[in-house]
């Protein structure tokens, strides 16, 4: 890890994961953070912190970008490599796609025209791609490292697909469908999303051992 540019690309993995996790910003930086709220409802044009968070959800995203092409190169040869790095390019551009298209009104009781409406099924779609996406990256990670390894990052893919995609999905679903407004549906989701950031992190370190010449 003595070559700048491996240590380059860890910082930007770093940097990336707290952007997604951006929830922690509006907890510095709000006057009293929802906890129950979906971190969507935190970006609402007219909230505190609306800016900053959309602004962050653009920049994980591009960050993301910038880390695949090393996470190419470092991956085994094989069509799971190709799926994994599709996957993961699909989850950061949605994201920031997610960002730029922000949910127009915290519920949908106060989404009063057809305008409103069209624009947060957008975001909702936009999410939902998103975070379907990095999860099935996940898993092509693992599929594609399960005999080349490295052994770490196969790991790490099997828990951020099943615990983080699977898991968390089923939580974060059974809790939003039957009381949206819990406080197990906003920690269901930041659990989510907090695995979600330490995958980016290790995407980041296998570009970077691959930079520096190790795996």
Known sequence: ??????ITLVLVGVVAALF???FLLD???????????????????GAQTATLLRTTDVLCGV???????????????GGWRTWAVSMTAIF?????????????????M????????????????????SQTAVFLGAF?????????GPQWLHRAAWITFWVGGVLGTLVFGYYGATDSDSWQTGIAQRVQIGI??????????????QRSGRT
């Open 1 to 6: 890890m003595k070559d700048w540019r491996a």
């Open 20 to 22: 997604y996790s951006n």
């Open 110 to 129: 106060s989404c009063l025209t057809t305008a409103d409406d069209i624009q947060r099924w957008t975001h909702d779609v936009l999410s939902i791609i």
């Open 27 to 45: 907890v510095v930086f709000s006057s009293d953070h929802d906890w129950f709220a979906v971190v969507s409802e935190l970006e609402v044009p």
């Open 140 to 148: 092509a990670v693992g599929l594609d490292t399960r005999h080349r």
């Open 63 to 77: 960050l993301v970008l910038a880390l695949l092409p090393y996470v190419w190169a470092a991956l085994p040869v």
């Open 196 to 209: 979600t950031s330490a995958w980016i992190i290790c995407l980041a370190v296998l570009a970077a051992k």
């Open 92 to 108: 950061a551009v949605t994201c920031a796609a997610a960002g730029i298209v922000s949910l127009p009104c915290a519920d949908e």
